[in-house]
């Protein structure tokens, strides 16, 4: 088999596999939009459309919990990593083939098109950055990088992760916030307070406004580059938005994500966004612009939902640190999960964050299995609907209008 065959597993074991979620056998991967095929649970979960199961995928889903990314990295470095698009690919692929995910992440990083903007970074093992931006000047000396010039790396990658991915994984595009990137930038270097940068914040108000507008301009040409070459959904990860009351919230880090994904409008490609520790900034975020709320650990997906209201789709949100109890008390929380995610279509099921990297890749199987084997048949799925509902939920890309 070789590195890139994902779909090469013998004895016809993945049409098998594919037909059971939801892609028919013989329906091949669609190269070009002009091809229509069905659409995957993962793109029907994020259009609050019926699904076969519940489709899951993992945050930080390939890296060091798995070997294989470990004996890539002992070869490589990560910056390397995320500029090379065969090893990229390559990494991206990796949990697709371990497990039944229902998307692919990009293997890439926040900071990569920050680099583009003006800022020196390395990575020991989180962001590093040479010259942080201190005063209004350093904002000012900052550039809105044109991605085709500054990461064309992260657009081969995808073009070449089109072409090996199964159907049954959509690929997601990603950008960090424009709050979480001021945050590295203005710190530094990673923090539990982000200090420095809050500081920043409250006293370069204007200063700050501009940053974040620079940021944002910067992430929506990035993210429509991605989508231009492949991929199916664009996640926003708002990894220090808990840091920010409301008021706060509301004033910087909330307008700059509604620009950054209202300049996305456009494009037929579900918008996520992941307001980490944001239990108490869920009322702001649902104007986000985003189709999909990812929702971390802390806070229950039912009070989620009902802070949200019935027009926005779900992700979550699994305590990473679950994956380390025996068996059957994984399996536990996966019900109350499932549980809270309740009937209604628009779950789909992740992590509450990224992954831990001393994990048992086999929890990860179990978590993956047990979610399609106890939602077959439930949570907004196919067979829990009309024959008619149904048949719309299994409708061609292409045939029928956005939902
Ligand atoms: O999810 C995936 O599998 C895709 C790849 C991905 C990485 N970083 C790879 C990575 C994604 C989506 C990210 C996003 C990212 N990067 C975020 C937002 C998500 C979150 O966790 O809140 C943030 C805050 C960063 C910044 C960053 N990059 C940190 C804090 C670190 C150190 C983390 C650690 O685990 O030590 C990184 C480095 C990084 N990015 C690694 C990986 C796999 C580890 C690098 C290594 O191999 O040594």
């Given amino acids: 088999m070789s590195l890139f065959d994902v779909r090469a597993r013998p004895g016809g074991e993945e049409e098998k596999k594919q ?11 669609p190269k070009s939009d002009s091809v229509q095929a069905l659409e995957p649970p993962f793109l029907s979960a994020c259009r609050r459309r019926p699904v076969p199961h519940t489709p899951v995928w993992i945050m930080r889903q390939a890296g060091r919990y798995l070997p294989e990314y470990r004996a890539v990295r002992e070869k490589v470095g990560f910056l390397a990593l995320t500029k090379t698009p065969e090893l990229a690919a390559e990494v991206t692929l990796q949990p697709i083939r371990r497990f039944e995910m229902d998307a692919a992440i990009l293997f890439s990083d926040i900071m990569t098109p920050v680099e583009g903007m003006g800022i020196r970074l390395d990575f020991d093992p989180g962001p590093v950055l040479e010259n942080p931006v201190r005063t209004p000047a350093d904002v000012e000396g900052l550039r ?64 700050s406004r501009v940053l974040l507008g620079k940021l944002a301009d910067t992430m929506t040409a990035y993210l429509r580059a991605q989508a231009e070459a492949g991929a199916q959904a664009l996640m926003l990860f708002d990894s220090w938005a808990g840091l920010l009351s409301p008021h706060e ?6 307008p700059a994500v509604q620009r950054t994904l209202g300049g996305l409008e456009d494009l037929d490609v579900p918008l996520i966004y992941f307001p980490n520790n944001g239990s108490t900034l869920l009322d702001e975020a649902r104007t986000s612009g985003a189709h999909v709320m990812g929702i971390d650990w802390r806070t229950p997906l039912s009070r989620a939902r009902g802070i949200l209201g019935p027009e926005l789709a779900v992700q979550g949100n699994l305590d990473p640190a679950a ?66 509902v149904a048949e719309a939920g299994h409708a061609r890309i292409g045939e029928e209008a956005e939902g």
């Avoid at 090996?164 to 424009?178: D, K, R, T």
């Fill in 19 to 29: 037909e059971k979620r939801g892609v028919p056998p013989g329906v091949e991967h």
């Fill in 323 to 388: 994956l380390f109890a025996p068996r059957e008390a994984l399996g536990g929380q996966i019900r109350r999960v499932l549980e809270e995610a309740g009937d209604g279509p628009g779950h789909i099921f992740n992590l509450g964050h990224g992954i831990e990297r001393q994990t048992d890749p086999d929890a990860v199987a179990y978590l993956v299995d047990r979610v399609h084997e106890w939602t077959e048949g439930r949570c907004g799925s196919v067979a829990s609907v009309s024959p008619g």
């Fill in 144 to 207: 809105v990088a044109d991605p085709h010039e500054t990461v064309p790396f992260v657009m081969e990658t995808i073009r070449i992760l089109r072409g090996e991915l199964p159907p049954s994984a959509p690929l997601i595009g990603f950008a960090g916030a424009p709050w979480t990137l001021f945050c590295y930038m203005v710190e530094g270097k990673g923090s539990k307070t982000f200090i420095r940068a809050k500081s920043f914040l409250f006293a370069e108000s204007e200063a």
């Fill in 249 to 254: 919230f509301r004033a910087f880090a909330l």
